[in-house]
């Protein structure tokens, strides 16, 4: 499965995240398909930086974003809110 998720690539004592397309199976850092945007989390607010175009068209292909980037993509407006299942 494809995923949307994000890559560390700070250093010490401070992350610095890019946010990749990459198959579920490869490591964190590790190979990735395509980088959609970065995220800092440090400045106050985090600064969020995203190809609109890339990430739309990845999840119209079926990419799943993990549970901090669905997060990110909340708090930019690329994902609609989903309401919790009470069925």
Known sequence: MVRIRL?????????FYRVVVA???AARDG???EQIGTYDPFPDP???KL???????????GAQPSDSVADILRSSGLL?????ASG
């Open 7 to 15: 890559k560390r690539v700070g250093g010490k004592k401070h992350p």
């Open 23 to 25: 198959d579920q199976r």
């Open 31 to 33: 190979s990735f398909i």
């Open 46 to 48: 985090p600064v969020i």
């Open 51 to 61: 190809d609109q175009e890339k990430v739309s068209q990845w999840l119209k292909n």
């Open 80 to 84: 609609p809110k989903v309401e919790s």
